[in-house]
């Protein structure tokens, strides 16, 4: 049996059902996986649990692959699927190597000449871009930006600047505790006329995204609790 290294894709909220975002392969896929790769244990736990018995669970091989994973350690993570077995690597939420780790293993498998297979599931980052009613055709995505306040000034007005030249649409993310510092910046920094799009808790029932110009925020609130959020300019 030849070895295969399967992304498997994640809820964007982990007390959602997965059934509505998950095509029924995702399951065939874990029940015949040797082992899987995961940002934590308690993670891999938890998702495994959706879709095998407790018995089988406990016995699969769990390893870890985050921002602490040395390059050093990806042969190791490898050579499982170089023997042949079938391994899967899942984010914490979404989809590996979408803001997420998961990109230099993949990258890894591709030189060693071994399959991978991506299981469609949900995209905060797409989804967002999808709701926003910004430009589709044109978009790049920059994950997170400087966390110095004077460096986020200034990536942000090279981003505005960006998306006005080319007509395209710019996303990053932030993490949740500094979603409302974000957006008071965003709202202090770029120009009146750019539109602005703030994507929060998207697939919940929380869910709340809206687009409008800077000026047009200003004159408006939007209530930013500690929650996943994208945010995207046009």
């Known amino acids: 049996m030849s070895g295969i290294l399967y992304l498997l894709p994640n809820v964007l909220d982990e007390e959602l059902p997965h059934e509505p975002f998950f095509p029924e ?59 042949g077995q079938r391994w899967g690597i899942v984010s914490d939420a979404g989809l590996p190597c979408i803001a997420d780790p998961g990109a230099p293993l993949v990258l890894r498998a591709h030189r060693f000449g071994l399959r991978v297979v991506a299981i469609p599931g949900p995209s905060s980052v797409i989804l967002a871009l999808q709701l926003s009613g910004l430009n589709g055709q044109r978009f790049a995505f920059h994950g997170y930006l400087p966390r110095d306040i004077l460096a986020l000034q200034e990536r942000l007005r090279q981003l505005e600047q960006i ?20 957006v008071q910046l965003v709202l202090e920094t770029l120009q009146p006329s750019t539109l602005f799009c703030i994507a929060l808790s998207i697939t919940t029932e929380r869910q709340r995204i809206r687009t409008q110009t800077i000026g047009e925020w200003k004159k408006s609130s939007i209530q930013i609790e500690k929650e996943p959020a994208i945010f995207l300019i046009g």
């Not at 399951?27 to 959706?50: M, N, P, T």
Request: aromatic content about 6%; cysteine-free; hydrophobic content about 35%.
């Open 163 to 182: 998306s006005r030249k080319e007509d395209s649409t710019q996303i990053w993310i932030e993490a949740p505790y500094r979603s409302a510092k974000m």
């Open 25 to 83: 392969s995702v399951g065939e896929a874990v029940r015949s996986l040797d082992g899987i790769i995961a940002e934590s244990e308690k993670g891999a736990r938890r998702y495994l649990r959706r879709f095998l018995s407790h018995e089988k669970m406990v016995q699969l091989p769990i390893r870890i692959l985050n921002e602490h994973t040395k390059p050093s350690e990806f042969d190791e993570l490898i050579d499982p699927i170089a023997h």
